[in-house]
């Protein structure tokens, strides 16, 4: 995590020197020049972070001076952010009404001309960034200075890699348990006659996370006898990693069993294979493939060609773009999954009780399934802990390995967390941290796609020079890696294939959790008045689960590093103010599902606040007009607030010009006039009209506040169109400027009826209201709902939409 840090803060603070030079800003003296070395010592840092990062599993002094170099960082990047904000600020204040939204990241941009001394006074004292800077240059020519003691190895410089255990095609079959579905099928693919002669072999893959099984099936199944009696040849190659072209062809010719030649170019050992399977049906298995490069695999493939009809490659990985690059298709893909409950249970009990030959003691039973349990289907946790436990005599000491965490023993740390950590190893650095912070979530939580890339963002883990919307590219291309690699599984998904949500594997997220302990945190807080005690201050991201109901509680001094804080699904009923004034450094908030009756004015002092969700908390009525001066905030949902009806107004929100993401769906109540004027808003998810009838109109929307949401990308609901009287209101919204839509809801119905209104004469005004809504031509799908007119009435635009993919128009 340190690595994407520190390269982030490189990046910063030379955005810092330069806006100065390019504005001929004179500052305090040596503020300049102390951040001119503060950005020398971290490149100089930056470059042996790899080696550091891969040592500080083992060695905890390096972990000790990793933890201090964070904390350095961190502090850096908040005087960098309290001063970009407080710029920010005073931009907003100057332009007043005509406050435009920056297109990205403000960072000392406003020209000090434009500001007298004493509002330079007033926003930050340049003496104050000065002092603060040269302390920290201070510490970090300390970190700088131990980093000789380590003898780090520079990035450029190839460091030991962890060893890779080398696969053979010998299995031990007593220690295959299930996976007969799975086995009969590979089989089928690799002896079945096509009816089409193959030109090329038929490329079959095996995909799954680290430890799932993806080699030990592979070796029963190369050893079948069916297999066996359908080839001329086989061979076996752990290709690993890192993937060198001659030695895996080299590794081929030995599989041939015929003479390797002494060369170093690579065309003798392709022309050498290509003379030894001339004609002859083959098999060839490469196990444990990590590169996808097709160009290094190209020559490969083409020279395997010339084998005779009926050949195949088996090709083992935990990357799905690798079996991709190497021509498996779909449907010669298999993805590996999880072991049932009974037969990991079986596989378990095998392996602690010597391999059956010792019988399971009955006494054993009940502790032994809740460890079975833990292993969550992965036959390599249950091999792991069978072996840990086969001379573990005792009722008790299976008691305490239930009751530990899984990395505090050794077997498990070198068996279990090793091929993992090769998977983790292989990321570049911002996918490591984006990685790690879902150490965050609780074990079996469903992680929304979404809501994932924005506290991505929130944590500013994917900022980029093109500012939010490439950052969302970036947190997209991120996901998809992680996905790719195998962290994550049980996908959800939409009409169209693309994943909404998924989860993390116990075994991953514990590993996670491995990597990350001292800077994530989990506790249960049993009482409001209980004292919250902190393991240290390196504690950055904070998740509390409530017992009872009642207000926060009373804590200790120590959360004044705590970038993510989330007590979401407990019964807080009130945040304290003590909570906001020691937490000043949060960037994400999440309160969600909760009874949060109000939330404190004080909430505005949380100056580097991007993510406040405070979703699902039914008693909450109003949002204090302090939300204002967030000025960072980026993402907020509101998301089933039944009562929450004060919005702070039209004048407050102009400020928030950096919020890209509201969620309001079903908080029907909501007087949000000001959404109007958030004319950056990316994210809307629903646009609630006028609120109940009989109520006070003032501060509710009109469809006309649309009119300059023109950066509203994806989807967007208008809800309550029945309480629209005027029909001209449609045109005001100007949906056909809003290009960057790509599913639109029209939605008619009745709030306080709960069913499509009945009134008389309602028909032909909803229909000059719905002819008004006309949106761009390239909108893929749209959905009329509870419009009282029949179908055979579509809006004169709905033959407009060229791209329109699914329509939907239920009355």
């Not at 030109?199 to 099984?213: C, T, Y």
């Not at 998740?543 to 804590?555: I, K, N, R, T």
């Not at 006070?696 to 009287?725: C, F, P, R, V, Y």
């Not at 939605?747 to 028909?763: A, I, S, V």
Request: hydrophobic fraction near 35%; aromatic fraction near 8%.
């Amino acid at each position: 995590m340190a690595e994407a840090l520190v390269s982030f803060l490189v990046e910063q603070l030379g955005s810092f020197i330069f806006q100065h030079v390019e504005q001929n800003v004179k500052l305090v003296v040596n503020v300049k020049k102390e951040a001119v070395n503060l950005t020398l010592n971290l490149k100089t840092i930056q470059a042996v972070l790899a080696d550091a990062e891969r040592r500080q599993v083992k060695e905890d002094s390096v972990r000790r001076w990793l933890n201090n170099l964070k904390e350095v960082s961190y502090e850096v990047d908040d005087v960098v952010d309290e001063w970009s904000t407080e710029i920010l600020k005073q931009q907003i204040e100057n332009q007043g009404d005509n406050a435009i939204v920056p297109k990205k990241k403000v960072c000392f941009s406003i020209p000090f001309r434009c500001l007298g001394t004493g509002q330079v006074t007033q926003i930050i004292s340049r003496r104050d960034i000065a002092v603060r800077i040269k302390e920290l240059n201070e510490k970090l020519a300390l970190i700088h200075e131990q980093q000789k003691f380590y003898k780090f190895l520079q990035n450029e410089i190839e460091f030991e890699q962890p060893e890779r255990l080398k696969s053979s095609s010998i299995v031990n079959e007593s220690e295959m348990f299930g996976r007969d579905d799975e086995r009969n099928e590979l089989v089928s693919q690799l002896v079945s006659e096509h009816s089409e002669e193959r030109k090329k072999p038929l490329v079959i893959s095996l995909v799954g996370m680290g430890g799932i099984g993806k080699t030990t099936l592979a070796q029963l199944v190369y050893n079948d006898k069916k297999v066996k009696d359908c080839f001329q040849t086989r061979i076996w190659v752990c290709v690993s990693e890192p993937f060198v072209q001659i030695a895996v062809a080299k590794a081929i010719l030995e599989g041939l069993k015929v003479p390797v030649p002494n060369s170093d170019e690579l065309e003798t050992y392709v022309q050498h294979i290509s003379d030894s399977i001339q004609g002859k049906k083959f098999l060839l298995v490469l196990d444990d493939v990590w590169d996808s490069n097709h160009r290094k695999w190209d020559l490969f493939l083409t020279t395997l060609q010339c084998g005779g009809s009926g050949s195949r490659i088996l090709v083992t990985t935990r990357i799905a773009k690798v079996a991709t690059t190497m021509g498996a298709t779909s449907d010669h893909t298999i993805h590996l999954k999880e072991l049932g409950d009974e037969i990991c249970r079986s596989l378990f009990y095998h392996i602690a009780f010597f391999y059956g030959e010792r019988k399971e003691p009955k006494r054993f039973e009940d502790i032994g399934n809740k460890i079975v349990k833990r292993c969550k289907g992965l036959p390599l946790a249950a091999k792991t802990l069978g072996s840990l436990l086969r001379y573990k005599d005792t009722v008790q000491q299976w008691v305490d390995v239930l009751n530990s965490k899984i990395w505090e023993f050794e077997e498990v740390e070198q068996q279990v967390f090793q091929p993992l950590l090769l998977s983790y190893y292989d990321l570049e650095p911002l996918s490591k941290r984006c990685l790690l912070y879902c150490a965050t979530f609780p074990k079996d939580h469903k992680i929304v796609k979404d809501e994932l890339i924005e506290l991505w963002m929130s944590q500013d883990y994917l900022r980029s020079k093109g500012g939010n919307k490439e950052d969302k590219i970036v947190g997209q291309r991120c996901f998809e890696n992680l996905v790719l690699r195998s962290f994550f599984q049980d996908f959800k998904k939409d009409y169209e294939g693309n994943i909404e949500s998924c989860k993390m594997h116990d075994i991953v997220h514990d590993f996670v959790q491995y990597l990350t302990k001292g800077e994530c945190f989990s506790m249960v807080v049993k009482g409001a008045n209980e004292r919250m005690e902190l393991p240290g201050d390196e504690v950055r991201h904070l998740s509390l689960m409530f017992a009872p109901e009642g207000p926060f509680p009373v804590s200790s001094l120590n959360c004044k590093s705590l970038r993510t804080l989330t007590a979401f699904e407990s019964k807080l009923t009130r945040i304290g103010f003590e909570l906001i004034s020691q937490s000043k450094s949060l960037r994400t908030l999440n309160l969600s599902k909760n009874s949060i009756r109000e939330v404190p004015k004080e909430i505005g002092g949380l100056i580097h606040l991007r993510y406040l969700d405070l979703s699902h908390n039914s008693k909450l009525k109003e949002l204090p007009d302090s939300l204002g001066d967030l000025y960072n905030l980026q993402t907020l949902r509101l998301v089933k607030c039944e009562q929450l009806v004060k919005f702070p107004d039209e004048e407050v929100m102009r400020k928030l010009t950096k919020l890209k993401h509201l969620y309001v769906e079903d908080s029907p109540r909501l007087k949000s006039k000001g959404i109007g004027r958030l004319t950056g808003l990316q994210k809307l998810d629903v646009f609630h009209l006028n609120g109940y009838k009989g109520e006070d109109k003032e501060g509710t929307l009109k469809l006309q506040d649309l009119k300059n949401l023109n950066q509203l990308e994806g989807s967007l609901s208008i809800a309550h169109l029945e309480s629209m009287e005027d029909a001209s209101e449609g045109v005001k919204a100007c949906l056909s400027e809003k290009h960057l839509l790509h599913h639109l809801r029209l939605d008619f119905l009745c709030l306080q009826c709960r069913k499509w209104p009945r009134e008389e004469g309602r028909g032909q005004n909803d229909r000059e209201i719905l002819n008004g809504l006309q949106p761009h031509g390239g909108l893929e799908s749209l959905g009329i709902w509870h419009y009282q007119l029949a179908t055979s009435l579509c809006p004169n635009w709905i033959l407009s939409l060229h791209n329109l993919r699914a329509s939907l128009a239920p009355r």
